[in-house]
């Protein structure tokens, strides 16, 4: 048998279990089945032969179902009625014994007569007859007998109805049994040096372990290939676009705009900027293309960082690209690029030329701005997906910054570096040269997602906050206490009075039928004309015009409105240093992060803030996730330790969604439990890779199969590496 050979090669699967396996796992071949890891194991105990036992002792006893009875009692008093089931066991060994359950009248659908099964639980006596009452049941359907008095760990697998856990134990143990052993694509020494298990002790170790200890050994082994090879995919595919792509040499320049920019601010960089500067201008100076991720909690002051480097780009003589999400954002990056860039002179002979480019863009401004991005006559563009548009080319792109990275794609932040420059090709060495990439998230990642997800990226944290902040108050409201909303109103009407601005984030536009919610347009008809007929309260959401919409954020921002009522369209980057309340309705519908960057909105400058979360005013009940996360909300303003708490709540699965993040599926590792493995291999790969970067090593051909086998296809397609 081979691991490449179809799953019915296998005894006991046939056209029905071939079917069920493809369709309920995507398992086709043998390999793919004994790569269905178990999700845990129960534990037996030790199994004892029915004549062994001591009557008050817990024991394991295996035996086949003979017969079933059931009966009714009635319910007396206040007790309830009870459904008993009893079914006659014959011991696998002789004898016989009884196994009850209460009110659990499927377990005779489970165990019908003739099914072989462990049952585990509390030895007792009845009549004479040996009786276990509601014991913890193990089905073995066909499996060798024998073989399982020996283990007392059974593996517990994901299954279903149509393809139960024991069917999955059985041939999985049966195609272990006649495959040859796994050969090692880790070398002895890596084994050694790591601690590790041997690929067939892991393989067969955690489906078969005789103990704890060895099914632990074999799933840090396993985990431990998982992440190398991730991490040595994104590593080799990182070499091979620093080989093939020379990037442009972007040197920041002492007396250039960058410094004249710095000089021009108000305050000084926090200590966490000035780090990134230098971190960045290493990446700037060398003709490789930079690839980093600025990562830095609400208000850490990315967007000073972005324009600095941007301007390094234009003091050698290119071009500069801002790439946001959303057209709020971009013409809040504008207008915040034009104002700050000031001292400078923006859009006035011999200053610098900034243009906006969205879908909005009219056609004929359009073609204005393409026109001269090609020409060069632009030096910096703040723009949404629009300039990843085919025609959008620039005379000699230097730096590309694109914010909120995790609302793009992967295959998105590939095409804007791809735009390379009109006259790109060099006459010298005829290669493309690629622009320095920064890369920014406000999204806080913990440190091991960030490891994973950007294994191939450098990654700058600022970690620190600008001077002066207080920290935002965050208090949370339920129906319980319906007073303080009226409460609230009031103090919104005060902070109004005192000069300071609220924000109002409902889930919905428009009223909806089919959800249960607060929508933007009621709340913004009821504050207006009832709450505040006194104050300037305005609506932004999505689905408004795009110029409508501006042009309300402009009042707001400029302090004619006292309160906005919006959507999550506020949600990222929008910079209104005057807000300093954030109320959130039916706060139990958004996820941490998102509450996160909501309540980012305000605190932005030296005043008191204060964030009030609605929550379970449209629902029943809150669910146990939503109330973790809100508490979480609630008690701490630090994005890093949200992350976390996120991951916990969430697990990887969510937030990985293999596709949108062009990641692989991780079977078996957890970002959280297996940090250090992270940590581990990322190091390896990058020695890996470092020293020969297109792992052409005889030394790497295993493991250079190993990336490619497990990732065909994915992760921007590893494949593609062999061929292109
Ligand atoms: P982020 O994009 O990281 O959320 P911003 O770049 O929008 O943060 O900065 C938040 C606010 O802090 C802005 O109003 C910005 O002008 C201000 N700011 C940035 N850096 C500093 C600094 N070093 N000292 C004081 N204020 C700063
Ligand atoms: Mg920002």
Not at 43 to 68: S, Y
Request: glycine letters at 8%; one cysteine or more; proline letters at 5%.
């Amino acid at each position: 048998m081979q691991l490449t050979d179809p799953v019915e090669v296998i005894e006991g699967i046939g056209t029905k279990a071939r079917a069920a396996l493809r369709k309920q796992f995507g398992i086709t071949t043998v390999g793919h089945l004994v790569e269905h890891y178990p999700r845990r194991y129960r534990d037996m105990g030790e199994v004892m032969d029915v004549r062994d036992v001591t009557v008050g002792e817990p024991a394991t006893l295996i035996g086949t179902v003979i017969d079933w009875s059931q009966r009714r009692t009635s319910g007396r008093g206040r007790g309830r009625a009870l459904t008993i089931s009893e079914a006659k066991v014959r011991g696998a060994g002789g004898g016989s014994f009884a196994v009850t359950f209460f009110n659990q009248p499927w377990q005779q659908r489970k165990l019908p007569p003739g099914v072989t099964a462990a049952f585990s639980g509390k030895v007792e006596t009845f009549r004479g007859d040996l009786k276990l009452t509601t014991p913890e049941v193990q089905v073995l359907g066909g499996r060798d007998l024998d073989g399982i008095e020996h283990q007392r760990l059974l593996p517990v697998y994901p299954a279903t109805d149509a393809t139960p856990d024991w069917r999955l134990a059985q041939w999985i143990e049966a195609a272990l049994d006649q495959l040859p052993p796994f050969p090692d694509h880790l070398p002895e020494r890596l084994l050694d040096e790591q601690d590790l298990v041997t690929l067939d002790d892991a393989m067969r170790g955690i489906h078969l372990p005789p103990d704890r200890e060895t099914a632990a050994a074999a799933r840090r082994r396993l985990v431990f290939d998982e992440l190398f090879t991730l991490q040595l995919g994104l590593q080799w595919r990182r070499a091979k676009l620093e080989s093939e792509l020379a990037g442009k040499a972007n040197t920041p320049t002492a007396g250039g705009r960058a410094d004249a920019f710095l000089a021009s601010l108000p305050f000084a960089p926090t200590g966490a900027q000035s780090r990134s500067f230098d971190e960045i201008a290493g990446d700037l100076s060398s003709d490789r293309p930079m690839h980093r991720l600025l990562q830095g909690d609400v208000g850490s002051g990315k967007t000073l960082v972005a324009v600095w480097t941007m301007l390094c780009a234009v003091d050698n003589g290119r071009q500069a690209a801002l790439m946001v999400p959303t057209e709020v954002l971009a013409e809040q990056h504008l207008r915040t690029l034009t104002e700050q860039l000031a001292p400078l002179g923006v859009n006035v002979l011999d200053g610098l030329r900034v243009e906006l480019l969205t879908s909005s863009t009219t056609t004929t401004n359009k073609r204005r701005i393409l026109g001269e991005l090609l020409a060069g006559g632009v030096d910096l563009v703040v723009g949404t997906h629009a300039l990843l548009e085919e025609g959008v080319r620039f005379a000699d792109l230097g730096v590309v910054v694109i914010d909120e990275q995790h609302r793009f794609g992967v295959s998105q932040r590939v095409a804007l570096k791809e735009k390379g420059s009109a006259g790109g090709v060099d006459l010298f060495d005829q290669r493309e040269r690629l622009p320095d990439v920064l890369v920014m998230t406000a999204t806080p990642i913990p440190r091991s997602l960030a490891l994973t997800l950007y294994g191939d990226l450098d990654v700058t944290v600022l970690d620190e906050l600008p001077p002066g902040r207080k920290p935002i108050v965050t208090q949370l409201i339920t129906p319980a206490e319906p007073a303080r909303r009226e409460k609230l109103y009031g103090f919104v009407r005060e902070q109004a009075a005192a000069g300071f601005q609220t924000y109002v984030v409902c889930p919905l536009v428009e009223d909806s039928d089919a959800l249960a919610a607060t929508s933007a347009t009621a709340m913004h008809r009821h504050l207006a004309d009832e709450v505040f007929p006194d104050l300037t309260v305005e609506l932004v959401h999505g689905q408004m015009r795009s110029d409508d919409k501006d042009a309300a954020m402009q009042r707001f921002r400029r302090g004619e409105a006292q309160v906005l009522v919006a959507t999550t369209v506020i949600e990222v980057g929008v910079d209104v240093s005057n807000a300093t309340v954030m109320v959130i309705e039916d706060a139990e519908r958004f996820g941490i992060s998102q509450l996160h960057q909501l309540r980012g909105r305000v605190g932005r400058g030296a005043d008191r803030s204060y964030c009030v979360l609605f929550a379970g005013w449209n629902t029943d009940e809150l669910t146990e996730d939503a109330s973790e996360r809100l508490a979480a909300v609630a008690a701490t303003t630090d994005g890093f330790e949200l992350a976390e708490k996120d991951l916990e709540i969430r697990g990887e699965g969510q937030l990985f969604g293999a596709k949108q993040s062009g990641l692989p599926d991780l079977k078996l590792a957890r970002l959280q439990r297996d940090h250090a493995i992270i940590v581990a291999t990322r190091d390896l790969a990058r020695a890996v890779v470092a020293e020969d970067p297109h792992l052409t090593a005889p030394a790497n051909a295993s493991l250079r199969a190993e990336v490619l086998r497990r990732y065909e296809g994915g992760l921007d397609d590893f494949a593609a590496l062999e061929t292109g």
